[in-house]
């Protein structure tokens, strides 16, 4: 199946080298994926909301970006994209973006090769994580306590969606409630679900009632 990329990054050298790479790339491998690119943050919004993509590659220092938020902002337009990092700056700050949501991390300065492994593993896998961004991670877990609620794996606006299931709204009343679309929801929904490895509404109730007496 085809896949449609947009490269954002306010560097023309960046944004344009980046797409004949990934374009050079996949002709030879005779997969016709779409591959176009954006200067600005307000106008990668404006493309988000009108066009469905697989995969964004995005610089952090997008001018007009609300920085590490925009993960959640861009998620919230379509929360089955999927987000690899592109930037300058090293793996320490790299690894915030992805625990904000991205799906990868990858520095400026890597080889063609580079790119083209990073993108076919968020394709293949749906992640990218270089040996330095894993020890990262390993080190960031290892210094966490544990969990004191089964909802803290859930994000900020998981945990509302949550509440407000708990509460017996239905997925149409908290798309009106939130102001999202009944998709979005349903995909939030399926999300919540997995993470929290339940089944039914019921199930869910059942861990807000325990979270509660906790």
């Given at each position: 199946m085809n896949k449609k990329i947009i490269i954002a990054d306010n560097h023309f050298v960046v944004r344009i080298g980046a797409t004949l790479i990934l374009k050079s790339y996949y002709k030879k491998m005779h997969q016709d994926h779409i591959i176009c690119n954006t200067p600005s943050y307000s106008e990668l919004t404006n493309r988000l909301l009108k066009e469905k993509f697989d995969l964004l590659i995005l610089d952090m220092n997008m001018p007009g970006s609300p920085s590490l938020k925009m993960i959640k902002e861009l998620k919230e337009i379509q929360p089955e994209l999927k987000i690899l990092i592109f930037s300058i700056y090293g793996n320490d700050i790299g690894l915030q973006y992805i625990i904000e949501?991205?799906?990868?991390?990858?520095?400026?300065?890597?080889?063609?090769?580079?790119?083209?492994?990073?993108?076919?593993?968020?394709?293949?896998?749906?992640?990218?994580?270089?040996?330095?961004?894993?020890?990262?991670?390993?080190?960031?877990?290892?210094?966490?306590?544990?969990?004191?609620?089964?909802?803290?794996?859930?994000?900020?606006?998981?945990?509302?969606?949550?509440?407000?299931?708990?509460?017996?709204?239905?997925?149409?009343?908290?798309?009106?409630?939130?102001?999202?679309?009944?998709?979005?929801?349903?995909?939030?929904?399926?999300r919540i679900f997995k993470k929290l490895n339940i089944k039914t509404i019921a199930d869910l109730i059942r861990i807000g009632d325990k979270n509660k007496k906790n």
């Open positions: 949501g991205a799906e990868g991390y990858l520095n400026k300065s890597s080889e063609e090769d580079k790119i083209i492994e990073a993108v076919e593993s968020i394709f293949e896998v749906g992640k990218y994580y270089s040996i330095d961004i894993v020890d990262l991670l390993v080190a960031s877990m290892q210094k966490k306590t544990v969990l004191s609620s089964p909802i803290d794996v859930l994000s900020e606006r998981e945990k509302e969606i949550f509440d407000l299931f708990l509460e017996g709204y239905g997925n149409l009343e908290v798309s009106n409630i939130l102001n999202l679309h009944k998709s979005t929801i349903n995909t939030y929904k399926i």
